[in-house]
Structure formats: structure tokens, C-alpha cells
């Protein structure tokens, strides 16, 4: 497998994949044993993203929802989740599927980045829901590292196909007119609002360890989603 480097914003993908339909035979690969863990973590990000773009009570958008992890995890405490992947089987999130007919406040696309062939074409998308986009990616470091020599090249499943640098990101938001707020090593969001980094920086640290912080006044959706269900 070959890897290239955009000289002008830092990029790095392989060559054009002709092993993504081996790759996805499963959608979640094997080696993927922090699934679990890092839903967990996310629901804080997103609890705290949420309150500081002032968005408590709107609708959140999970693309690549894999089985629905952290959609019925946020809706368990109270927000507003929807599910969207073509890719993957709806296992923990059925009858909460996006139906395309409602206005979105915050996108996550969580582990989702790194798969995308044409990352322009697939931030277009995003964009066309919110322009609050939570996302998290790994960077991958300067000089870029062997194959052999970075865990999240993903040799082992063949998923991860394209790596961002921070400069890929800031080339990004501002080809679609966005702010960029990113911890500088995998979590990063886009937003046409202003904030203050730090002050979203540390919030997203504080909502990781205590979301319970940031969960107070919301109400869990678990049992009308149960009516709504049987309905």
C-alpha cells in the first residue's frame, strides 16, 4: 500500500482503495476493542459542545452511527439523538433513524474522518445538516511515520484511508467558511460561531470526566422512547 502527502495542506491518503468492500465486510473491525469506552467518553463531548453553542434542546446528528452506541446513550439522558450510517446495521438505536426532515443543531461524526475517500466532498454533506460539525480523528504526526510504525494507519482492517494534520483542518474550515476549535491531537470541531478555544478546550476535558455536569435539567428519553416504540 502507498501513501501520499498533499505538499499544500499537509494530507496524507493512500492510493485509490480497491480493498473497501473486503475492508467493510464487517463495518466494526475486530480490532476496535475500545468501541465501548469511547462512546462512553464522547457523550461528555457532546453534553459539553452542546452548552457552550447554547444547543441543549436541539437535535443531535450521529453520521456513521455504527450500531447506535451513543445515540441510545444520549438519548438515555436526555438529548435529542438521531442515527444515520450506510454502512453499518442499526443494532441499539432502531426507530431513532434520521428522517431527513429536521433541522439539526449539532453533527457528530465521531471516527468517521479517516474513512472518507474525498474528506471536501464528505465535510459538504455534513455541512448541508449543521454547521456544527464534533468530530474526532487522530493527527498524524510530522514527519509522517512507516506503516508499520502508527497504530492508526489501521493495517489490520484496511478502513483508515486518509490522515489530517492541523493545517488539513484549518484548510478545510476555511474553504466552508468555518471556525476551527481543536485539542490539537484527535478531537476537533467546526462551527461557524466564535468561540473561545480554551474555554471549549476545557470544557470537553471536564465533560469527559463528570458528564453527570453537564446532563442536569435534562430528562431521559429511555422510557418515552419505549412508549414511542411500542406505538
Request: charged share 20%.
Amino acid at each position: 500500500m502507498n501513501y501520499y502527502e498533499c505538499s499544500r495542506c499537509g494530507y496524507v491518503q493512500t492510493e485509490q482503495p480497491s480493498w473497501l468492500d473486503e475492508a467493510y465486510a464487517n463495518s466494526i473491525n475486530l480490532s476496535d476493542t475500545g468501541i465501548l469506552a469511547r462512546n462512553l467518553s464522547n457523550v461528555g463531548i457532546v453534553l459539553s459542545s452542546l452548552m457552550l453553542i447554547n444547543k441543549r434542546d436541539g437535535i443531535v446528528l450521529d453520521f456513521a452511527g455504527g450500531y447506535g452506541i451513543l445515540v441510545r446513550l444520549l438519548r438515555d439522558i436526555g438529548v435529542d439523538a438521531y442515527w444515520e450510517d450506510p454502512y453499518s446495521e442499526n443494532l441499539l438505536a432502531r426507530g431513532f433513524e434520521y428522517p431527513g426532515n429536521q433541522s439539526i443543531s449539532l453533527v457528530t461524526a465521531f471516527e468517521s474522518f479517516e474513512h472518507f475517500l474525498c474528506p471536501q466532498h464528505e465535510l459538504e454533506r455534513l455541512i448541508s445538516y449543521s454547521s456544527n460539525i464534533l468530530f474526532t480523528t487522530n493527527l498524524i504526526p510530522r514527519p509522517s511515520p512507516s506503516p508499520n510504525d502508527w497504530w492508526y494507519y489501521g493495517l489490520e482492517h484496511g478502513q483508515h484511508i486518509g490522515f489530517y494534520r492541523i493545517e488539513t483542518l484549518h484548510f478545510l474550515a476555511h474553504r466552508f467558511g468555518l471556525n476551527l476549535l481543536s485539542d490539537g491531537l484527535s478531537t476537533h470541531f467546526f462551527t461557524k460561531q466564535k468561540i473561545f478555544q480554551p474555554s471549549w478546550r476545557f470544557l470537553t476535558v471536564i465533560g469527559k470526566r463528570f458528564p453527570s455536569l453537564f446532563s442536569l435539567g435534562l430528562r431521559s428519553k429511555t422510557w418515552s422512547d419505549h412508549l414511542s416504540v411500542l406505538r
